[in-house]
T-cell receptor, first 109, second 115 residues
Framework: GEDVEQSLFLSVREGDSSVINCTYTDSSSTYLYWYKQEPGAGLQLLTY?????DMKQDQRLTVLLNKKDKHLSLRIADTQTGDSAIYFCADFNTDKLIFGTGTRLQVFP | GAVVSQHPSRVICKSGTSVKIECRSLDFQATTMFWYRQFPKQSLMLMAT?????????EQGVEKDKFLINHASLTLSTLTVTSAHPEDSSFYIC???????????FGSGTRLTVV
């Protein structure tokens, strides 16, 4: 079945950029999403990208999509301590979201 | 914006009892809601898709008699964990589909602990 993979952990210094990567297997994806989850909380939609787009920018967030390689990335510019959380990419497959394994982002001073 | 309210946020129950978790769409109608389960430090696993007025669609490996889903109105879906056991302890999250494509709104989750 559909598989979505992410690296488990990323540590960055405050003020630097963070890049979280995601790979997926579904060749018929229409939309791909990035969600943020803080401890003990639900998921907050950060951004999404349509599959015919290469890039989408929204303030500090930049999403890059390489459809040929089935690779998605989320860049967070000027990372702050408040950005520390788990980030999930998700692939919209037919009628449901398939989530990646999640990347825990830790921001240190 | 679209808000999904999930209740309770935490519940502790004894083995063998049943627990009901509610998921409400506060300012929109949700014909479709989704129930996820999340194990510690793991991703979200889709359990079932809840459709208003019809039976839920369960993912492979999810026991429908164990996890009862009811979606009787356009604003409320419930998940009942029946005869709960310690292995059912987990974080359960619901979501509702609003205006596609960016409209999957999530509840704040329910931490279930079965003792």
């Amino acid at each position: 079945g559909e598989d979505v993979e992410q690296s488990l952990f990323l540590s960055v210094r405050e003020g630097d950029s963070s890049v979280i990567n995601c790979t997926y297997t579904d060749s018929s994806s229409t939309y791909l999403y990035w969600y943020k989850q803080e401890p003990g909380a639900g998921l907050q939609l950060l951004t999404y990208i349509f599959s015919n787009m290469d890039m989408k920018q929204d303030q500090r967030l930049t999403v890059l999509l390489n459809k040929k390689d089935k690779h998605l990335s989320l860049r967070i510019a000027d990372t702050q301590t408040g950005d520390s959380a788990i980030y999930f990419c998700a692939d919209f497959n037919t009628d449901k979201l398939i989530f990646g394994t999640g990347t825990r982002l830790q921001v240190f001073p | 914006g679209a808000v999904v309210s999930q209740h309770p946020s935490r519940v502790i129950c004894k083995s063998g009892t049943s627990v009901k978790i509610e998921c409400r769409s506060l300012d929109f109608q949700a014909t479709t809601m989704f129930w996820y389960r999340q194990f510690p430090k793991q991703s979200l696993m889709l359990m079932a898709t809840s459709n208003e007025g019809s039976k839920a669609t369960y993912e492979q490996g999810v026991e429908k008699d164990k996890f009862l889903i009811n979606h009787a109105s356009l604003t409320l879906s419930t998940l009942t964990v029946t005869s709960a056991h310690p292995e059912d302890s987990s974080f359960y999250i619901c979501s509702a589909s609003t205006a596609f494509p960016g409209g999957y709104t999530f509840g704040s989750g329910t931490r279930l602990t079965v003792v």
